[in-house]
């Protein structure tokens, strides 16, 4: 590939994978490979070969890594080489900026500056290691930017789970029928730019999971120390993770992992026969139990029992009442799941899972709650801590608890449900 700017020549040596994607006329583009595959090599020499050739004097592109400084370690050094002593190219180096003898400028950008970029009109976006940027950052920022111009992204990365921009992008691109996007998964052995003895050093040293991740783009692979990853990939092998509506022959058991200002999460559970299936999941946030049950009444079907969790009992300050008995006074029939260990919980969790269905749509926080959910991780000792880590996948995964400790059907230790009826619309 060979770029004539301001008697220069740029040459770019890329492979057949890059080539392809350099020469891709797709205006959305997700790019899911595998590491060392080149991602920023194509994307930054297709950023700045669209600056060569823009047509117009005040083309606008903003190249996007997770930080700023990974932006500037990354890229910069491509730039100075490519383009350093070229008459008319000028760098910025405060703020990370070439600007081209047309009027062009591209422009380094770190995920945690996103909100920099509000009132710009951009021509041309990329999102590199996009599993790690805010999705803010597209959803709020740059895509209203691209409107009035019609400008691209594209959006680059290896997958890191399915709880990010990375995964997102990539799921809109495969579902929808919108064609003005697309997406590909590359592997390292698609790739070709690793040899064979550096993979099968890599296979040995990384574990299973972080080498299906990292070398074969899996967004399924079991992070370090996931307590239920495997068995939500079996449930998706098995295709039980699908269409899974609400059937009227059966109750519906709601199961509430109690919060205030980081989350109330909400699972929606039949169990029909010997199988349980999760029909809806939902969270919300700085929202009062009024509300929670109002929105309950909204919905397709009728709770007949609200599981709460052993804490429920306490009086707040506030009001003199327990959380029960406010879900009480609204008219909820409740059951509190029997305070005990948090690892009997999440074996009896683990239990259900084996044969558990999951709505594809409406239950799809849990499901990637339930893959993400793990132990802390000491990265100095290299070892796992007795405790789950507390991050966004906690409070959809300790509500799948309550409902695995607290499910009506499976109380044996004499106590009932407690209310006068269940929540109906």
């Not at 959305?28 to 700045?48: D, H, L, M, N, P």
């Not at 996009?130 to 709020?140: E, G, M």
């Not at 044969?355 to 499901?367: E, G, I, K, Q, Y």
């Amino acid at each position: 590939m060979l770029l004539s700017v301001v008697n220069a020549n740029i040459s770019f040596k890329l492979k057949p994978h890059q080539l392809r994607a350099f020469e891709s006329e797709t205006r959305f583009e997700v790019r899911v490979w595998a590491r060392r595959s080149g991602k920023t090599f194509y994307t930054i020499s297709r950023q700045v070969a669209r600056c060569i050739q823009a047509q117009v004097s005040d083309w606008r592109a903003y190249y996007i890594a997770p930080t700023r400084v990974q932006a500037k370690g990354i890229t910069w050094s491509y730039l100075t080489a490519w383009l350093g002593g070229i008459p008319g190219v000028e760098f910025n180096i405060q703020e990370l900026s070439v600007s081209f003898p047309n009027g062009s400028r591209l422009q380094l950008l770190g995920g945690e500056q996103y909100d920099t970029i509000r009132g710009r009109w951009i021509d041309d976006a990329v999102f590199d290691e996009c599993a790690h940027i805010p999705s803010p950052a597209w959803t709020q920022v740059v895509s209203p930017a691209l409107a009035d111009r019609k400008g691209r992204a594209t959006f680059t990365g290896t997958p890191n789970g399915r709880h990010n921009l990375l995964y997102e992008m990539h799921h809109y691109a495969t579902t929808s029928s919108d064609p003005e996007w697309s997406s590909d998964i590359l592997d390292v052995y698609q790739a070709g730019m690793v040899d064979e003895l550096e993979i099968k050093r890599l296979k040995r040293q990384l574990d299973e999971a972080e080498f299906n991740q990292e070398m074969l783009c899996s967004w399924s692979a079991a992070m370090r120390g996931a307590y239920y990853a495997k068995l939500m990939e079996q449930a998706e092998n098995d295709k039980r993770i699908c269409v899974t509506q609400y059937d009227d022959a059966w109750p519906v058991q709601a199961a509430v992992d109690l919060g205030w200002s980081d989350g109330m999460a909400c699972t929606f559970w039949q169990k029909v026969g010997t199988q349980h299936r999760c029909i809806m999941a939902k969270e919300y946030h700085a929202t009062a139990i009024p509300e929670i049950i109002a929105d309950w009444r909204s919905m397709p079907f009728p709770i007949d029992t609200v599981i709460l969790p052993h804490d429920a009992n306490v009086h707040e300050l506030g009001t003199g009442l327990t959380r029960q008995e406010v879900f009480h006074s609204l008219g909820c029939q409740t059951v509190i799941a029997p305070k005990q260990g948090i690892h009997e919980g999440i074996e009896q969790v683990r239990q259900i899972l084996k044969t558990a269905a999951f709505d594809s749509v409406n239950a799809a926080p849990l499901v990637e709650a339930l893959l993400s959910y793990r132990s802390s991780f000491d990265e100095v000792k290299g070892v796992h801590s007795m405790k789950p880590l507390h991050d966004w996948s906690s409070h959809l995964a300790d509500s799948a608890r309550y409902y695995a400790t607290g499910r009506q059907e499976d109380m044996m230790w004499g106590s009932q449900p407690t209310g006068s009826f269940g929540v109906y619309a």
